[in-house]
């Protein structure tokens, strides 16, 4: 097994690889950041590469069909699809590098009372003598006892260590952590009491630390998910997780980055990781399964089950997470497969369980979560809609990262447009793919079933058929040409279908139609950032008054944050999962034609009898 010397730039990382190992497998293993949107499967087209000197081997049908002729005389490669056969030095396009995302953290606040699991105490506690000879632990849990009527029955294992220590240390002065009847943590008085509440999405993660005495959000965070380079989506992940050292290099990266991001709250907030005793973490039901090392393939594959629906109470360290050593971590119960705790932390975030009114919370992202809330009952159904409003299996799609083109306007051939942080255009992102599909649709360049007219002054053919040029090469310093592509309305379609399938199918199990709906939230980091117009344009959402859509943001994290702070709003969240009924899409025989009807574009799309009443 040969090994060569491999020289990545522009990053200047160097290190060996054998013949057997991937270019893509080797920059995971060197940090490289570059893209990965299908996991290194041959199938995005992203992972591009240029090979500056040196012998690989022969490009592959997926090169051929992704790269053009000129780039592969260029030395333009996949990084996924080449294998070194001599020293490389290899340079990695800015594109193919993932660019820094905006990420969504903030959320929609509810004033939440705190009643914390975790409550502190100060004591004082009374030496030991030749007339007192009780043990340290007996001592503490008499003072406690004594001074406020708080009974301990037990000490975490690791503090048994430390306590005496502790207690000498501070002249029997401390400040004790109590969950639930034991003893978890122990320090000088005034020390603070913290939690850690974390949104783990399949794309960000956000992370809030808070005081858990006052409920106050003391720094927050969010940052990319570092699974992303091993797959965009999470069946790209389950399918790399099918193999078991993949597994644990996938829960191995999550639990990494979950440190620094304790690290980094920390650091914001002027405060130290060992005062965090309690944490609090929701994700959809894949992420939960690979940060617990939980058997995935049972969700990839129909009937798509989970392995644990119940809520999970366990010490943070037995995932290796250093914060205080007797913390505990909480995740919320899975609904289904493919609903986990995030969507039950959403509904806890926009108070569902307390509401007289019938509400439709929708969370869009890859796979799509919709629940219908009435008075008498809660139903939920997952969506399969797909990661083109992550930007993927668009031509010229990229996530929300500065250059991305978000909104796009069209008036009389005249466009505009406006790219993340005003810089030059690159690609489109998830809210520009939709604005442009709803804008090409209302200026007629495109029909209600979405097929292009080819006789507009800037529809073309290319490579994907016919093709909308939105950015010129040159135009607004864009280095190449962005446009919309009769395939990627295509990929639109599907997406915004399978979401108004699910919220038709909701809808008719409950016997109500759209305008029944009182309130209609939009969760999650591409929803807060859409034009709801142009979503209800292309009809993906219903066509009800405007005011009674409401774009929650980082909803989940919200519930999380509850969750972390109110004994109660924990039960609450139990409570909701008690009256979800999951819906099933499958089972509806009439489903794939109403999907069909769906694909149509337009505001006005009927409900559809579904068969699921």
Known sequence: MSAWN?????????????????????????????VGLCGGGGSCGRCIVQIISGKTSDPTDAEKKALTEKDLQDGYRLACQTYPQSDLIVNIPPESLTAPQRLQVDGIISRVEPDPLVKKYDITVEPPSLYDTRADDAR???????????????????????????????????????????????????????????????????????????????????????????????????VRAMDAEEA?????????????????????????????????????????????????DILGKAPHIAAVSQALDFKARELGLALSGGAYIHLPPNIAGFVGGDHVAMLLGIDAGNSDETLLAVD??????????????????????????????????????????ETIRIKDNDIRYQTIYNRPPVGIC????????????LNHIIDASGRMNANHPRVSSGSDGLEFMLVREGENNAKKAICI?????????????????????????????????????????FGNFIDISSAVTIGMLPDIDRDRFKQVGNAAGSGARQALV????????????????????????????????TL???????????GLA
């Open 364 to 405: 869009i992202g890859t796979n799509t979560e919709i629940s219908l809330i009435t008075k008498r009952r809660i139903s939920s159904v997952s969506c399969a809609s797909g990661p083109a409003f992550e930007g993927y299996h668009i031509k010229c799609g990229m996530r929300a990262a500065e250059g991305a083109v």
């Open 566 to 597: 109110s004994v109660n709003r924990r039960k609450a969240a139990l409570e909701l999962v008690q009256r979800i009924e999951y819906v099933e899409l499958a089972r509806s025989k009439q489903f794939n034609g109403n999907f069909i009807k």
């Open 248 to 296: 644990k290099r996938l829960q191995a990266v999550v639990i990494d980055t979950l440190n620094e991001l304790a690290v980094a709250l920390c650091k914001s907030a002027g405060a130290d990781k060992t005062c965090i005793v309690d944490l609090v973490l929701v994700g959809n039901t894949a992420m939960h399964h690979l940060l617990l090392g939980l058997p995935v």
């Open 6 to 34: 491999i020289n990545i730039q522009p990053l200047s990382r160097r290190g060996h690889c054998c013949s057997e190992h991937s270019l893509f497998d080797f920059c995971l293993d060197m940090d490289a950041n570059l």
């Open 430 to 441: 998830g809210s520009g793919i939709l604005d442009g599909a709803a804008e090409l649709y």
């Open 140 to 238: 503490v849990f008499d003072a406690l006892q004594q001074q406020h009527g708080v009974a301990a029955m037990t000490t975490d294992t690791l503090l048994t260590r430390t306590l005496p220590r502790i207690l000498r240390g501070c002249q029997w002065e401390i400040r004790v952590f109590v969950r639930n009847g034991e003893l978890i943590h122990a320090a000088s008085q005034g020390t603070s009491c913290l939690g850690m509440a974390v949104d783990l999405g399949t794309t960000k993660i956000a992370g809030y630390l808070m005081d858990l005495e006052t409920g106050a959000i003391l720094a927050s965070e969010g940052i990319m998910n570092p699974q992303i380079a091993y797959g965009e989506d999470v069946i790209a992940r389950i």
């Open 600 to 610: 149509k574009l337009g505001a006005q799309i009927t409900v559809h009898r579904l």
């Open 485 to 525: 592509t009769q395939k990627d309305l295509r990929e639109i379609q599907l997406a915004k279908a399978a979401i108004r399938t699910g919220i038709n199918a909701l809808l008719e199990k409950h016997h109500l139609q759209a305008e029944d709906i009182d309130r209609l939230f939009i969760a999650g980091a």
